[in-house]
């Protein structure tokens, strides 16, 4: 089955004010994928500047789109697409 790594990166030094208030949107909106089967994984780094996120069951395009709607996405630093092919 073919997966979608997507790993973002936060500009942390431009965050505001009511950061915690978007991470609480954000993660609502990440579990919903996970109740949805698409969002396979979720890492972060220990610097908790970055997620990793694995995505199933969508083409890089859907995954482009669903990630431009997290709440976290406007203050982006980087983000970058893998397309996997799971092999075991």
């Not at 089955?1 to 431009?14: C, G, K, P, S």
């Not at 995505?55 to 395009?61: F, G, N, R």
């Not at 203050?75 to 799971?86: A, D, I, P, T, W």
């Given at each position: ?14 965050i ?20 949805d ?10 610097s908790?500047?970055?997620a990793?996120?694995i ?7 859907k ?26």
């Open positions: 089955m073919n997966r979608i790594q997507v790993i973002l990166a936060i500009d942390m030094a431009n505001p004010g009511n950061f915690q208030e978007i991470v609480k949107h954000e993660q609502e909106v990440l579990f919903k994928w996970k109740q089967e698409i969002l396979e994984h979720l890492f972060l780094t220990q908790k500047d970055a990793v996120l995505l199933k069951d969508v083409d890089e395009l995954a482009k789109s669903m990630i431009e709607t997290l709440p976290l996405f406007q203050y982006k630093k980087s983000v970058q697409y893998f397309s996997l092919n799971q092999q075991f």
